[in-house]
Every structure is written in structure tokens, then in C-alpha cells.
């Protein structure tokens, strides 16, 4: 038995049974990382010393009767969240040499439940991406088959999850960057509903849609990980004062008579076959479950993707002004003054996609288009929320693809925005009406590569996707393929 | 076209972005095509529609207006991109 390959269940069971340490499989992930990152770039900062130290901490927690649920259990973080004394870039060259001087929050509470931090992972830079492609470091490739992408923008959280480099890490999900990369490499990502979980201390894309959430290679390790970050902060007045419920104990209950829709705007030409059939049996295996299957429809997913692309690089435009070069970051050298100092410090440390989509913000925002423009991104953005808000009232839980195909290779789309962008097509739906959704692995292509089912569930009920998605685990064998790496 | 090239050297002012005359036609055709493919949501009767601003209800967040400890200077000062140990150094604003 390696300990790299097992679940974050598994390794706890492992070290509350005294069959291991924290220390031991903590070492055992680090080597893993060494061995294996050259092949997919997952990682651009590895924490070998810290995590190490932090470890031994755990192990003496766990000795004394201290641990709590996450204690000496590795985990590896999206380079989105702030980690106080350990360099954050958000994969862009104007946060490299950046020091996070504290914690995001949803990071904070699994360190302080003495979760160990192997290192921070790749993705989109700002994460603004669908393929891992627009990092300023080198592109995360697939473990499935290392031509291909990953999947974004948290493609570095699931290629490390699928290359057993880490147990558990943690994504953010602004139009589907947890879950189209854990469904482009196999594994279990869960966004949850916005403001279940505090986005202070992640660095800000669009912040109206931005929600962070866990990647794992099990349902119940991402029920493990919700519980652990889920919850009200102070600091970000946008997350919510709700209970939090026992996820875990959601597992397990049954799902005979849950009522399942299929969107119909889901299931188009556009469709990969293989997707298809993929995502089609697996609703059949609800049904056999006992579930009942029904139709539904969110008439405007159609428009969806042009919304959320006005939506998203508007709050962009705001949210990226503050990279100045003033006060952190990279600055240009030799300015004339003030202004030319900005200007080119921002050229110079934005990659192309970011660069788009400040501009093509802040034209949407720019005085005589607010109208045209914004503002009826937002108004067509209550016509797809309302669309959800009735077929929930038809189902208890909705299940579609995650992405139209299977992943693609490297390069093919870096040409074409436009196409980049309409892989994400049944992903953005659910963060402009903002509540959960979950990938997790419903089969192969005849390629080898893993094809994703989305569970959509709604706000504030994520004990019901993952009752839905570990029902589906037990049934199927789909999540325990690994690659070979 | 939808948008001229001197909106998209408007716009990069206004973005505080220097770019390049490559870049300008490049983003030239690319927010062409966007603009073109997000002109679909005009198919759509909005007037009567309330626009979404946050999925959920967000209302001002206040909090007790107490004292408490920040960043030291040194703490804050650390990621500056020019060393000083007094403040952020930028260039001369006033002539």
C-alpha cells in the first residue's frame, strides 16, 4: 500500500488507528510531488520544510487527544489564496514575488484544525481561463494523457488530486473552474452555493460570482473539507449566517424517490457523443437507484455565457485596478511619471486573457455603454436565476454534463477566446444564479479520457448533491481509475 | 466593426493599460467578435426585469467600531516594490 493513492478518508482512518503519521505520509506526498510535477507543473511552490514542521505539530496534537477532523491531514491550496508567509502569485508575473502577510479565511480554518500545507498550485492567471494555458508559469498538463489540458482555471487542483500529489485541495469557482477541471481529470470538485463559504484573503476575479470550494477523489472527502470551511466570516459581509449542517452524515442517506431533472438546453447537438451516453447512463443509474427522472427546463442557458462574460470582466476591470504598482507587485522600471509608471507596469505583468478582459470590462462599464451593456447582463442574469428557481420547484437536485467534451489538447483553443469561453457553457448558469453544483466521474472516453456529471443543486443544499453524488459512487467504479504517471 | 481603434486606445487608457500597437489590433478583433456574440442577450425583453447585483440579498454589513491590532509598518511595507523603510516610494507627482 502507497499512502499517496489513498483517499483524505483513508489516510484519517489510517492516522486515528496509529497505522501512520502525519509526518510519514506528509514525506510520502512531498516525494510523490518531487517525482511527479516535471510531468504536469501542478505545483509552483512546494512547502517542504513548513509542511513538515506543521505535520510533526499534528502528530503531537493527535498524541495528546487534541485533533480535531482535518489535524495532520496534507492538503495542497489554488496560488488564489492568500498564505501568510508563503508566496502567492495567482499565476500572474505582477504577483511574483509576492508574500501573502496573512490567511484567507477558508484556508485559515483548516490550519488551524492543524490541516498540513504541501504547497500552492497552478491555474489561470487571476483565474481567467478554461485550459490552465494563460498561467505566466509553465501549463499544467492532464495526468489522463500529458497533451491535454487540465481543465481552469484550478486546473493545477485537480491534475494534482487525479496525480495523487495531494489528497485534498482546495479551487475557486467563478464560471466552473472547480468543476470543469475535476470532470477534465476525474475527480470529485464541489462549488457551493455563494456565501456558504467566506472568499476573504482569495485573490478577487469577479466577486459577485467568485466562490471557493474542495477537490478531492471522493465525495466524502469533499464532504470533509465543506464542513471544515463552510460557515459566516466577519470579514466577507457577502457569506452568510445560516447553520451549517452535518455533511457528512448527508452521505448516507437514501435517495430513493429524490427527484432528478434533466435540463433539455443541456443535452444539444453540441454535445460530444461520448459525453452523452456517458452523462445518459448515468441518470439511468439514478433511476435503478430509485430516483425519479424529470424533465426540466432553464430556457435561457443560451444566453448564459454571453452574460456572464459581461458580468465577470466588469467586476474584473474593478477588482484588477488595484495591481498598480505602488504598493505591492511588480513596477516597471525608469517611469516619467505617475501614470506612465501604471500603465506600463500593468502591460507588462498582465498576460493576454487578463488584459482582454480588463479592457473588454471596462468598456462594458465606460460611460454611454453601462446600459447597453452591464446592466443588461444583470437583468438577463435574474431571467437565468429565475429559470432555476422554477425547475426546483419540478426537482430536488439537476444533473447535466460539466463541459461539452472531454478535455482537448494543448493549444487547441488559444486562438479563439470565444471558443475557450463556450467550454464553460453549462457551468456558468449556476454561479449567476449562484447557488451549488458538483462534478464528479461518470465514465471514459474511448481515448481514456474522464468525462464529468454535474449535480446541481439548491442554494444552501449541498447535503443533497452529495447524498445524490455518493449514491452514484457506491453504484459506479468510475472514481477509482487512476492514471498512470 | 463594431468598435474603432481609437475606442480600444480610449478604453486602455481609461484601463491604465500601455499597450502595444500589435496589441491594439488584437484586441481590436477579439472584443469585435465578443461584443458580436454578447449582442444576443438584445433578443431578450428586459424592461420590466430587476437587475441581479448579488445572488443572494446583501445589505450594508456594520461592525462595532472598535480598535484593532493591523499590519506593523514593517508588515505592510515588506511587499513594496521599491525598499523604504518610511512609506511607498512612487515618482515625483507634483512638479
Redesign the interface.
Known sequence: MQLYNQTLTELRRLLHAGETSSEEMTRAFLDRIEATDHKINAFLTICREMALEAARAADQRIATGDAEPLTGLPIAVKDIFNTKGVRTTCASRILD???A?YDATAFARIKQQGGVLLGKLNMDEFAMGSSNENTAYQPVRNPWNTECVPGGSSGGSAACIAGDQAPAALGTDTGGSIRQPAAHCGVVGLKPT??RVSRYGIIAYAS?LDQVGPLAGSVADCALLLQAIAGYD?AD??S?DMPIPDYSAALTEKIAGMKIGLPKEYFIDGLDPEVRQAVEQAAEVYRSLGAELVEVSLP?T??A???Y??VATAEA?SNL?RY????????AAD??????????S??QG?GTEV??R???G??AL?AGYYDA?Y?????????I?QDFSAAFERADVLLTPVAPTAAFRLGEKTDD??QM?LSDIFTIPVN????CGMSLPCGFTDSGLPIGLQLIGK?FDEPTILRAGHAFEQATEWHKRKPSL | MKISRAEVERVSRLARLALGEQEIDDLRRDMDQILGYVEQLNELDTVDIVPTAHAVPVENALRADLVRTGFSRDQALANAPVPDPTGFRVPRIIE
Open positions: 514575488n509576492y508574500i502577510p455563494y456565501g459577485s466577519p459581509s457577502t452568510v435561457h443560451d444566453y455565457t454571453a452574460c462574460y459581461l476591470s485596478a498598480d504598482g505602488v504598493r505591492y507587485g511588480v513596477r517611469s516619467r511619471d505617475l501614470i506612465d509608471m501604471y500603465t506600463r500593468r502591460a498582465f488584459k482582454r480588463i479592457m473588454l471596462t468598456y465606460s451593456y446592466l443588461k447582463a444583470q437583468k438577463v442574469r435574474t431571467l436565476r477566446p470565444l469561453y449567476l444564479a449562484g447557488t442554494p
